[in-house]
């Protein structure tokens, strides 16, 4: 590929390097994008009103400057945008509209800072279809590059038994534990059917049930493999609402890298990247989460046949090897492009 030169300053713009949608979306892209003759940067978005002004006015030292995930103010992105050279803008998440769980889930603010930045990006990376839908609303200039697993950290899971444990496993944030403890009843009832089963929960807040044991595992990223690999098989519940159809399927995908069989409700992109009885299982209600995890519960060979299928699915797609030249060619045309705000 094309080498674009040392002269290429990016500055990627990111809200907290620990955080999923800046550790998958930006920094593991960084290596390759210097590798391939970039001069990058990270910087944090600055809360301080002269910390803000004084980055805001070194802006226009960058060739492009790349926005993750955050909506500005329209008084402060006008600010930016008549500094910066050029601008790239990536999310990964419903933003222009409420969280699940609000009564009504849009919101006029939300929408209007989307449209006003949307609208003066050279480019939007979007995480998925829906995303890229809301973006060509106000701008033709959209890439849906999925969330990437860097597969190189992965390594297959290969003690599958039949005796023993089985473990049901979900890793995510407090803010998703709401959908898996939806799924409280579909637990309860497995367990009264195989006694062998445990739920393990890796985040940073847990939940009991009356009979399953629960292990609760709170998460690091030095353990996150072997977390991962403890599973038997790994679940991804979501809600049909707005803001679930912007989710980019992180779970799955990480469950999917080390070789486990997949449950997911078949919301927005999780319908993409499993297929149902393929790769995983769909499950729409309470008596297909028991079909599907029963299934799963009973056969190894089945949980090692969908696990296999589901690393394939990462490798063919939603790798980082797959989808950081996706990304460099982005950079390229937006360089490319004559001024558009003058």
Same mark, same amino acid.
């Given at each position: 590929?094309?080498?674009?030169?040392?002269?290429?300053?990016?500055?990627?713009?990111?809200?907290?390097?620990?955080?999923?949608?800046?550790?998958?979306?930006?920094?593991?892209?960084?290596?390759?994008?210097?590798?391939?003759?970039?001069?990058?940067?990270?910087?944090?978005?600055?809360?301080?009103?002269?910390? $803000?002004?004084?980055?805001?006015?070194?802006?226009?030292?960058?060739?492009?400057?790349?926005? !993750?995930?955050?909506?500005?103010? *329209?008084?402060?992105? =006008?600010?930016?945008?008549?500094?910066?050279?050029?601008?790239?803008? #990536?999310? +990964?998440?419903?933003?222009?509209?409420?969280?699940?769980?609000?009564?009504?889930?849009?919101?006029?603010?939300?929408?209007?800072?989307?449209?006003?930045?949307?609208?003066?990006? +050279?480019?939007?990376?979007?995480?998925?279809?829906?995303?890229?839908?809301?973006?060509?609303?106000?701008? *033709?200039?959209?890439?849906?590059?999925?969330?990437?697993?860097?597969?190189?950290?992965?390594? =297959?899971?290969?003690?599958?038994?039949?005796?023993?444990?089985?473990?049901?496993?979900? =890793?995510?944030?407090?803010?998703?534990?709401?959908?898996?403890? +939806?799924?409280? *009843?579909?637990?309860?009832?497995?367990?009264?059917?195989?006694?062998?089963?445990?739920?393990?929960?890796?985040?940073?807040?847990?939940? +009991?049930?009356?009979?399953?044991?629960?292990?609760?595992?709170?998460?690091?990223?030095?353990?996150?493999?072997?977390?991962?690999?403890?599973? #038997?098989?790994?679940?991804?519940? =979501?809600?049909?609402?707005?803001?679930? !159809?912007? $989710?980019?399927?992180?779970?799955?995908?990480?469950?999917?890298?080390?070789?486990?069989?997949?449950?997911?409700?078949?919301?927005?992109?999780?319908?993409?990247?499993?297929?149902?009885?393929?790769?995983?299982?769909?499950?729409?209600?309470?008596?297909?989460?028991?079909?599907?995890?029963?299934?799963?519960? !009973?056969?190894?060979?089945?949980?090692?046949?969908?696990?296999?299928?589901?690393?394939?699915?990462?490798?063919?797609?939603?790798?980082?090897?797959?989808?950081?030249?996706?990304?460099?060619?982005?950079?390229?045309?937006?360089?490319?492009?004559?001024?558009?705000?003058?």
């Amino acid at each position: 590929m094309e080498d674009l030169g040392g002269m290429t300053r990016i500055a990627f713009l990111i809200h907290n390097p620990e955080a999923p949608s800046c550790r998958y979306r930006v920094l593991q892209f960084i290596p390759y994008l210097k590798r391939m003759g970039m001069d990058i940067s990270t910087h944090l978005f600055k809360h301080k009103f002269l910390d $803000k002004w004084s980055f805001y006015n070194t802006v226009g030292e960058y060739d492009i400057i790349f926005i !993750q995930r955050k909506l500005f103010s *329209p008084i402060e992105f =006008l600010y930016i945008r008549q500094k910066a050279k050029k601008i790239i803008y #990536d999310f +990964d998440d419903a933003i222009m509209y409420r969280s699940s769980g609000s009564g009504n889930p849009h919101s006029f603010s939300r929408r209007l800072r989307f449209a006003y930045m949307i609208k003066r990006a +050279d480019f939007v990376v979007a995480g998925n279809q829906f995303l890229s839908s809301e973006v060509l609303r106000y701008n *033709p200039h959209v890439e849906v590059i999925p969330t990437s697993i860097d597969l190189s950290r992965y390594n =297959l899971k290969e003690d599958f038994h039949r005796d023993g444990p089985i473990t049901i496993g979900w =890793l995510g944030s407090s803010s998703t534990l709401k959908y898996l403890k +939806d799924l409280a *009843p579909v637990f309860e009832d497995l367990f009264k059917v195989f006694p062998n089963t445990r739920l393990k929960i890796v985040c940073d807040d847990f939940f +009991d049930l009356p009979s399953m044991p629960v292990i609760k595992k709170r998460w690091s990223l030095e353990e996150e493999v072997a977390d991962l690999k403890s599973f #038997d098989v790994g679940v991804m519940p =979501l809600t049909h609402d707005l803001w679930s !159809q912007g $989710k980019c399927g992180l779970k799955i995908l990480q469950y999917y890298s080390v070789g486990l069989p997949v449950v997911c409700s078949p919301v927005g992109v999780n319908k993409d990247i499993v297929k149902d009885r393929e790769n995983g299982f769909w499950a729409q209600n309470k008596d297909e989460w028991k079909y599907g995890l029963g299934e799963l519960i !009973q056969d190894e060979a089945l949980r090692r046949t969908l696990g296999g299928r589901g690393r394939a699915t990462v490798e063919r797609s939603y790798s980082l090897d797959v989808n950081a030249p996706r990304l460099l060619e982005v950079l390229k045309e937006v360089l490319g492009k004559g001024e558009r705000w003058n």
